[in-house]
């Protein structure tokens, strides 16, 4: 190797290093307490001032754990839909809640679940008339009632459906939204790739979606043929009606699907719902005199409220002041942002959630490619071309030997006769998505140590910074705060929930020695916005 040769490598060697510090190299509890406090100051303006952000919902009141009933549920994510019907089952060991199985965190015994059914939101329902994305959404409703009913006992009446006339409705939908009571919600612009920017009424909505199909048959339908098999033409040529029983959106909904499930022990509760999946969003309990006094104005009884779960939509702009006040912020973060599809609409959202992670990679990686004066793979040029589900399914779990070949063969240099993927460019790309893994997981932690100390479930010393954590500890019970989280990003990249936890641990317990006997754990809601719905679908009489 040349003397220039040489210098050119320590150059790009430096590059690197640079490159990978102002993503990932701020790092420390210091700087993450600091960040922590600030949000928390963020979080409690927000709340007091914004009309905005900290939307009261009309959840005034938590799940007993005796719940029960079955309900059809839908989740309506940014990436995807679910429908199924879930049953609760309440208590079922003469009033002692059923055991939960902790090393998968699932509430298996008190929930039964039915004919699930998933489908990918396709882009083009995305942009479409809102009519079409919700006719849809009724369509893949009644899929899914068909085959409960060509499951369920065939009746002797020819007018019995075996479901009933009419099924409880629980909703939730991964989007904005304002509530003043549990069966209704006006939608606000979406994000996430939507279209959608009118006020629309979600359950209007949804309801014409389905209508066409609860159309009563002709009176001659069961002219020909024997009883039964007019009875069984009926059934599936008229669904039952559906009633809108609550709508909610994915965090409340995760947050009340494990708050059912978690009544085993006294000094256990959930105190916060987490959402880390395509986008990022959190609810918490908070006390209405907290909240901006408009606010009361969309609870049905507010004199009869004192505390109300809160939609915190801590990714719209105003919560990032933190990120700004203390320059974490990236050119590639701006970048990003000002090629998004809402310019400054998300700006937390854009550097921590899935829909945005690979892109963010890439933006770097061009950038360092660039510099060098190589020419790129075609594809690499091409926004959005690196999904954040290839960082976490290949990136972060491959060998060397199939990560090289899963690039080679996804984004194919311009010439067959180059090898554009060396392994210096291999570990390049790994280097920099694991700095912007741990960066998303890192701020994510910090904005919930944040939001826990905005509601007095922790306390942070924001001046502190000799000895914290360190001292005498106080004796009483540890108490066991759970943060219900769900979403693929924080389940299925690999390590991402492991450094949230590790830097939750370390924020607390360095944040004051008043969090002595505290202890906040994030728990899996497995499919908690199906679940979580059906279990507000349940709580309607104690809500409404």
């Known amino acids: 190797m040349t003397a220039t040769s040489v210098e050119n490598q320590v150059q790009y060697n430096g590059q690197v290093t640079e490159v990978l510090s102002k993503l990932s190299g701020y790092l420390n509890d210091d ?15 927000l709340a007091k001032t914004s009309t905005s952000h900290f939307l009261v919902t009309p959840v005034t009141a938590l799940p007993t754990g005796k719940e029960k009933g079955k309900f059809l549920s839908i989740d309506v994510g940014g990436t995807n839909l679910r429908v199924g019907f879930v049953e609760l089952l309440g208590d ?11 090393a998968s965190q699932t509430p298996f015994k008190k929930i039964r679940r039915s004919h699930d059914r998933n489908w990918p939101i396709g882009d083009h329902l995305k942009m479409d008339k809102a009519e079409d994305l ?33 099924l409880l409705l629980g909703i939730t939908f991964s ?11 006006t939608l606000l612009p979406m994000g996430k790739g939507f279209g959608i920017t009118s006020d629309l009424n979600l359950g209007k909505m949804l309801l014409a979606g389905y209508a066409r199909h609860i159309e009563r048959p002709s009176g001659n339908d069961d002219a020909n043929g024997d009883a039964n098999s007019a009875s069984k ?13 609550a709508i909610t959106n994915d965090t409340v909904a995760t947050f009340a699907s494990l708050a059912y499930a978690v009544k085993a022990k006294p000094n256990s509760r959930v105190a916060m719902g987490l959402i880390v999946g395509t986008g990022t969003n959190a609810t918490v309990p908070m006390k209405l005199v907290d909240l901006h006094p408009a606010k009361r104005d969309d609870l049905a009884n507010p004199d009869e409220v004192e505390t109300v779960v809160i939609n915190t939509e801590w990714t719209i702009q105003g919560t990032d002041k933190p990120l700004i006040d203390l320059d974490i912020k990236t050119t590639w973060d701006l970048e990003l942002d000002a090629n998004s599809e809402a310019p400054g609409f998300q700006p937390f959202e854009y550097m921590t959630a899935g829909r945005y992670l690979g892109e963010i990679v890439r933006l770097v990686f061009v950038e360092v490619i660039a510099s060098e004066g190589t020419e790129l793979p075609q594809s690499l040029n091409t926004k959005n071309a ?14 060397d030997d199939e990560l090289t070949k899963a690039l080679g063969d996804q984004y194919a240099p311009i010439s067959s006769s180059t090898s554009f993927w060396t392994p210096a460019r291999v570990n390049l790309l790994r280097d920099i998505a694991y700095a912007v893994q741990q960066r998303s997981s890192a701020l994510i932690a910090a904005a919930s140590v ?3 100390n905005c509601v007095g479930d922790i306390k942070l010393d924001r001046k502190e910074t000799n000895g914290n954590g ?20 924080i389940s299925q990249y690999p390590q991402w929930r492991e450094t949230c936890q590790r830097w939750i641990d370390t924020l607390v317990k360095k944040g004051s020695h008043a969090n002595a006997t505290k202890k906040v754990v994030l728990k899996e809601a497995l499919d908690g916005g199906i679940i979580g719905a059906g279990v507000l679908a349940s709580m309607t009489d104690d809500i409404a």
């Not at 009724?138 to 020819?158: F, M, N, P, Q, R």
């Not at 033409?233 to 029983?245: E, G, M, T, V």
Request: aromatic residues 6%.
């Open 233 to 245: 033409r009926r059934r599936l040529s008229r669904l039952p009606r559906i009633r809108i029983a």
């Open 386 to 399: 690196i999904a954040t589900r290839f960082l976490s399914e290949v990136v972060a779990r491959a060998t």
């Open 31 to 45: 700087f993450l307490l600091d960040l922590a406090s600030r949000f928390s100051e963020t979080y409690r303006d």
């Open 175 to 185: 989007f904005p939204m304002s509530q003043k009571s549990l069966s209704e919600a």
């Open 450 to 452: 944040g939001l826990l």
């Open 92 to 102: 079922l060991q003469n009033g002692t809640p059923a055991p939960i199985d902790t």
């Open 134 to 166: 919700f006719a849809w959404i009724g369509d893949c409703i009644a899929e899914v009632i068909k085959d409960a009913l060509d499951d369920a006992t065939t009746s002797d009446s020819a007018l019995e459906s075996p479901l009933g006339e009419e």
């Open 470 to 489: 360190v001292g005498p500890h106080d004796e009483g019970e540890i108490e066991e705060l759970v943060i219900a989280y769900a979403g693929g990003t």
